[in-house]
């Protein structure tokens, strides 16, 4: 497995960690805790990806973030199941996981 040096939003690999930190260390991180709660898979109906590979990458400014990716390293997000511009919240359960194409073909749509 080959990881690429850029990945998601511009950002640069720095760490692969084990998968079951989704279950442990980031369990309750503001936004992994979505993976913990709901599954790696996308809830896009008729997507199949899933997050199998948890990592530490640097930004354009220089912190860190950790995301999870796909086998293709597509990024997994978090998708507002209500849409914020129509009212709703960053709540567990209006959250749920989502892979970036799924997501921008969602937009704000409910």
Not at 57 to 65: E, F, R, V
């Amino acid at each position: 497995m080959k990881i690429p040096e850029k990945l998601g939003h511009n950002f640069t690999f720095d760490t692969l960690y084990e998968l079951s930190l989704l279950d442990t260390r980031f369990a309750n991180h503001r936004r992994l805790r979505v993976f913990h709660h709901h599954g790696k898979k996308c809830t896009a109906p008729g997507c199949n990806k899933e997050g199998v590979f948890l990592i530490k990458a640097k930004n354009t400014d220089g912190g860190y973030h950790v995301d999870l990716y796909t086998q293709e390293f597509e990024l997994m997000t978090i998708d507002h199941i209500i849409p914020k511009s129509k009212g709703g919240d960053n709540s567990l359960e209006n959250l749920q996981p989502m892979c970036h194409t799924c997501n921008m073909h969602k937009a704000d749509k409910v």
